[in-house]
């Protein structure tokens, strides 16, 4: 089981994102001193949704926040009393990674690159890496030993960013470990991801667009649980070692439609679309090594993630309405 130790100085970068903002609450729980980096960058989606989940901790007094983009400003003075840097910011989603791939090379390679110089030179302790079950490519079933195959721009980026946080922080005796996540979901999920679509279409009474067959199927990893990989790993100070972070059920993604309709009661009308270009088929993700070394166990079962989500959903709707 990894070693608790006392209140450190962090600093979440994209700690206003989905995942970000969580493992920053947490952080801020477990009574370390948080400075949040966030370039609230709206290519993908409004920044109210940034400040929305900003709103639940800026006003706690362990943390900070800066708005820094990290791919052209200075963050040495950020990083100059950190003891340890989580870096979640980057450009997600598979769609615009093909009709921007500077977009994603700016800020998945460049601002990892720039924050890892600056972590060498601030003598950082320790570095935790956000990674994601894309580098595997279209198959990602099994252990950490699955070969790179990524089939989007956006994989490529991820695992040119997994090189240099191990190459240039190992090269300069600085810790750190890499969490590779598998399809993130719960409460606050993204808007332009899958199921915070489908809520959003299902409580509209609009068309799910559903691509391919809907066969397709993910081992979800619930926010909750993915935030508190992120926690365990920077207690665990494990150097070089990655780690799946994957629920341990897979669903499709018919099913999961189906349980977000039960949930919302209300009867889905789909309507089947092309594949969606460099979309994962199967993810299945093996997360023992985490179990093993972190300690690390999901706490929700999928259904019971999707119906949570389906809730928030449902909440966020009617305050909108009100």
């Not at 991820?158 to 979901?185: P, Q």
């Not at 341990?248 to 439609?257: G, P």
Request: proline share 4%; glycine share 8%.
């Amino acid at each position: 089981m990894p070693s608790q130790r006392e209140s450190r100085r962090i600093v979440v970068t994209g700690c206003a994102g989905f995942i970000g903002s969580r493992a920053t609450e947490l952080f801020l729980d477990a009574g370390h001193r948080v400075v949040g980096i966030d370039g609230l960058i709206d290519d993908l989606y409004p920044n109210s949704y940034r400040e929305q989940r900003l709103s639940r901790f800026e006003s706690h007094p362990s943390f900070g926040f800066e708005q820094i983009d990290l791919a052209t400003e200075s963050i040495e003075a950020t990083l100059h009393s950190a003891e340890v840097v989580v870096h979640f910011a980057a450009m997600a989603g598979l769609p615009k990674s093909w009709t921007n791939p500077e977009l994603y090379v700016k800020n998945n390679v460049v601002a990892t690159q720039r924050l890892v110089d600056a972590a060498v030179n601030c003598h950082v302790e320790f570095f935790v890496h956000a990674s994601t079950s894309s580098v595997y490519g279209g198959s990602a079933v099994g252990d950490e030993n699955m070969p790179f195959n990524p089939i989007s721009p956006y994989g490529e980026t991820k695992i040119e960013a997994e090189k240099i946080v191990a190459e240039r922080l190992a090269s300069n005796g600085i810790g750190y470990s890499i969490l590779r996540y598998f399809s993130v979901f719960g409460p606050h999920q993204r808007p332009d991801m899958a199921y915070a679509k489908f809520c959003h279409s299902l409580l509209a009474g609009e068309v799910i667009r559903v691509t391919g067959d809907g066969s397709q199927r993910r081992s979800n990893t619930f926010i909750d649980d993915a935030a508190r990989g992120a926690v365990l790993a920077t207690d665990a100070h494990l150097n070089g070692e990655i780690f799946n972070i994957s629920g341990s059920e897979s669903i499709s993604l018919l099913d999961a439609i189906d349980i977000l309709a039960d949930e919302l009661g209300v009867t889905p009308r789909l309507e089947f679309v092309p594949d969606a270009r460099g979309d994962q088929k199967v993810t299945a993700g093996d997360a023992s090594k985490a179990r093993k070394l972190l300690g690390w166990i999901p706490s929700l079962s999928v259904e019971d993630g999707l119906r949570r989500q389906a809730q928030a959903a449902r909440s966020d709707a009617l305050e909108i309405a009100e």
